[in-house]
């Protein structure tokens, strides 16, 4: 791979190149420019350019996290929790502010995935992540799937594949799932629109690995068992069409939940639960 200035930042353009003959085997990847070349690919992770931002460098991310070694991947996700980068512009609706958002959870996933291999980073480090991620859940206003000429914003998908990595992680202890579940069905509950692009099984993922790994099942139950009663008292405050937002998006996931647990016997409580309840609502 070409020699890089360390004064001089590497563009899009250079960079994508870069990546280009790094993915296609054309070059190895280079250990004498790797802290340039990934500066560079943090400085673009939100890029507008989807062919850049998707194709390129979380590509190449997701190639590299078996690579680079765990100091990297330490100051990389310290990095990533920051202003800049999770939180970049968070709270906004409609702003290219969430590819960097979005993106940046899909690489604490690849981190977390990493440090589920190999063990190296100390559960105050999993502890402050799982309050990062709780956290970035609840602010996260831009729900918008695919985004067209932008390509994928997706972040409840990717924050759902993040928080998957961090529920099976042994230093995230089963005594912190119920926070957990309480956000993830906060955010699954949403009145703002409708999800359309399979953000409902993405966000059963980490539902389901909870329930494997120590969550009552009697605190999902519940939670699906008050749904009529929150529904109709959600239609008597809000309007008309938020209301059916919040309905679909409830109807979605209680049939996604129903046929990803098909031939779980630990989950046939909820299967019945849910029967019920869609037959109410």
């Given at each position: 791979?070409?020699?890089?200035?360390?004064?001089?930042?590497?563009?899009?353009?250079?960079?994508?190149?870069?990546?280009?003959?790094?993915?296609?085997?054309?070059?190895?990847?280079?250990?004498?420019?790797?802290?340039?070349?990934?500066?560079?690919?943090?400085?673009?992770?939100?890029?507008?350019?989807?062919?850049?931002?998707?194709?390129?460098?979380?590509?190449?991310?997701?190639?590299?996290?078996?690579?680079?070694?765990?100091?990297?991947?330490?100051?990389?996700?310290?990095?990533?929790?920051?202003?800049?980068?999770l939180y970049k512009g968070i709270g906004e609706n409609g702003t290219d502010t969430v590819?960097?958002?979005?993106?940046?959870?899909?690489?604490?996933?690849?981190?977390?995935?990493?440090?589920?291999?190999?063990?190296?980073?100390?559960?105050?480090?999993?502890?402050?992540?799982?309050?990062?991620?709780?956290?970035?859940?609840?602010?996260?206003?831009?729900?918008?799937?695919?985004?067209?000429?932008?390509?994928?914003?997706?972040?409840?998908?990717?924050?759902?594949?993040?928080?998957?990595?961090?529920?099976?992680?042994?230093?995230?202890?089963?005594?912190?799932?119920?926070?957990?579940?309480?956000?993830?069905?906060?955010?699954?509950?949403?009145?703002?629109?409708?999800?359309?692009?399979?953000?409902?099984?993405?966000?059963?993922?980490?539902?389901?690995?909870?329930?494997?790994?120590?969550?009552?099942?009697?605190?999902?139950?519940?939670?699906?068992?008050?749904?009529?009663?929150?529904?109709?008292?959600?239609?008597?405050?809000?309007?008309?069409?938020?209301?059916?937002?919040?309905?679909?998006?409830?109807?979605?996931?209680?049939?996604?939940?129903?046929?990803k647990s098909i031939g779980k016997t630990k989950m046939l409580p909820l299967q019945e639960?849910?029967?019920t309840v869609l037959n109410k609502i």
């Amino acid at each position: 791979m070409r020699t890089q200035s360390i004064e001089a930042p590497i563009k899009d353009i250079e960079l994508k190149q870069i990546l280009k003959e790094y993915l296609n085997g054309e070059m190895p990847w280079d250990d004498k420019s790797e802290s340039h070349i990934i500066e560079a690919m943090m400085e673009h992770i939100g890029s507008t350019d989807p062919e850049l931002r998707d194709k390129l460098i979380y590509s190449s991310f997701f190639r590299l996290i078996n690579i680079l070694n765990h100091e990297k991947l330490i100051e990389l996700l310290e990095l990533s929790l920051s202003n800049s980068f999770l939180y970049k512009g968070i709270g906004e609706n409609g702003t290219d502010t969430v590819f960097t958002r979005t993106f940046t959870s899909l690489l604490i996933a690849l981190i977390l995935y990493r440090d589920n291999q190999d063990d190296f980073l100390p559960q105050r480090t999993i502890l402050k992540v799982k309050d990062a991620l709780i956290n970035y859940l609840n602010e996260e206003n831009d729900l918008r799937g695919y985004v067209p000429d932008k390509g994928w914003a997706h972040s409840v998908a990717h924050v759902a594949d993040a928080i998957d990595e961090l529920v099976v992680n042994k230093k995230c202890p089963s005594e912190l799932y119920q926070e957990i579940l309480e956000a993830l069905c906060r955010k699954m509950f949403s009145s703002a629109s409708v999800y359309i692009h399979d953000e409902d099984e993405r966000l059963i993922t980490p539902l389901q690995a909870m329930i494997e790994h120590g969550l009552p099942v009697e605190a999902v139950k519940s939670i699906i068992d008050r749904l009529p009663l929150k529904l109709k008292e959600q239609k008597e405050q809000m309007n008309f069409e938020n209301y059916m937002f919040l309905l679909a998006n409830t109807k979605s996931f209680l049939k996604s939940f129903y046929i990803k647990s098909i031939g779980k016997t630990k989950m046939l409580p909820l299967q019945e639960s849910i029967v019920t309840v869609l037959n109410k609502i």
